[in-house]
C-alpha cells in the first residue's frame, strides 16, 4: 500500500513575518517546559505561566505541539533521563535529577513511552560493535554508523562532526563498542547516498515513530506526500504535529525518505539538513528516466 502523492510548489519563507500571539505563548509554554522539566510542573502552572486557564491551554497546546502537555512533559523528562543513565547514574539519583517522585515514576516513564526499563536503556547495545566513520558524499559532510545488523544513524553538515556525531552515537547505544573505521563507512554508505544500491538498517524508536517511519518508506521514489497523508495512512488523522516530530527524528535520512514529505498546503517546507539539500534529492528523484516518462 503506497500513500497517495500531493502536488509540490517551492515555498519562499518569510522570515520577517510576525508569530501570532499564540505560537509565541505556546512557544513560551514549550521553553517553559524545558527549562523547569526537572520541576514537574503541573498543568495548572504551565497554564498560569501563558494566561490560560487549565482546559483552555490542554486543548490548545494538544492542537498547537500535537501531543499533551503532560505527555510533552514526559518525552522532554525521559530525554534527559536517558542522558543521566548513559552516563552512569544510578536509578535512585537520576530520579532525583528529573525531578521525579520514586524510581517507579521512572520505571514507568521509560516503559510508557520506549518500550525500556532504566536497565535495558543502560544496556541498550550490551555487547554491539558499532563502526562510525565520517565522509563526504554527494550531500556534503556526511558521518554515519553501522551496528553489524544495519545503518543505525546517518547525518549531515554539522551534526557530522566527529567529536558531535561520536557523543551522540554513545548516547543513543551507552553500552555499544564504538569503532572509527571512515574508509569502510564511506565505501558502504556513500554510494547509497548518492542513489546507487540500498543498505540494511537498524533503527529503533517508540510504536509511534516506527509506524511513521515505515510510512515513509512507503512514498514511491520521485512522489511525495504530506504530514497528513502520513496521519491518516498510520489511522491517526489529528496527529500531524506528531507526525512532523517523529519525521524530524528519522535517525537515518535519506535512507528513510523523510526529505518525501511536504507540508499539507503544497509547499516545500523545511528540512532538518537544510532546504537545498531536499531539494537535491527531490530533483535527483524527479530527473530519473523512469520518473519523466511517468509523468
Not at 514507568?108 to 544496556?123: C, E, H, M, N, W
Not at 497523508?229 to 528519522?250: L, M, Y
Not at 535512507?255 to 530533483?283: F, N, Q, T
Amino acid at each position: 500500500m503506497h500513500l497517495s502523492s500531493v502536488p509540490v510548489k517551492l515555498e519562499t519563507m518569510n522570515t520577517n513575518r510576525p508569530l501570532s500571539p499564540l505560537s509565541v505563548q505556546m512557544q513560551n509554554a514549550i521553553a517553559y517546559i524545558v527549562e523547569h522539566y526537572n520541576e514537574q510542573p503541573s498543568l495548572q502552572e504551565l497554564a498560569e505561566h501563558v494566561g490560560f486557564s487549565d482546559t483552555h491551554f490542554q486543548r490548545v497546546f494538544t492542537e498547537w505541539v500535537g501531543v499533551s502537555p503532560k505527555r510533552f512533559l514526559q518525552v522532554v523528562t525521559r530525554s534527559h533521563a536517558r542522558q543521566l543513565l548513559a552516563q552512569g547514574g544510578s536509578t535512585l539519583e537520576v530520579t532525583y535529577e528529573t525531578g521525579l517522585s520514586s524510581p517507579s515514576r521512572l520505571q514507568d516513564l521509560f516503559v510508557s513511552i520506549d518500550g525500556l526499563t532504566p536497565a535495558q536503556v543502560r544496556k541498550l547495545g550490551d555487547g554491539l560493535r558499532i563502526s562510525w566513520g565520517c565522509f563526504e558524499s554527494l550531500l556534503g559532510s556526511s558521518a554515519a554508523a553501522w551496528t553489524g545488523q544495519g545503518i543505525c544513524r546517518l547525518v549531515f553538515g554539522s551534526a557530522a562532526q566527529s567529536e558531535l556525531f561520536a557523543q551522540q552515537l554513545q548516547a543513543d547505544w551507552p553500552a555499544a563498542q564504538l569503532i572509527r573505521d571512515d574508509a569502510a563507512i564511506a565505501q558502504r554508505i556513500a554510494p547509497v547516498v548518492a542513489g546507487q544500491g540500498t543498505v540494511p538498517l537498524h533503527v529503533r524508536g517508540t510504536n509511534f515513530q516506527v509506524q511513521v517511519w515505515q510510512a515513509l518508506l512507503n512514498i514511491p521514489e520521485g512522489r511525495v506526500s504530506s504530514y497528513g497523508g502520513i496521519a491518516k495512512w498510520i489511522g491517526r488523522p489529528k496527529a500531524c504535529r506528531a507526525v512532523g516530530s517523529a519525521v524530524g527524528d528519522n535517525p537515518v535520512s535519506v535512507l528513510i525518505p523523510c526529505h518525501r514529505v511536504i507540508r499539507d498546503s503544497g509547499a516545500l517546507g523545511g528540512y532538518a539538513w537544510g532546504l537545498e539539500r531536499k531539494i537535491a534529492l527531490l530533483g535527483r528523484e524527479w530527473s530519473k528516466p523512469s520518473q519523466r516518462q511517468a509523468a
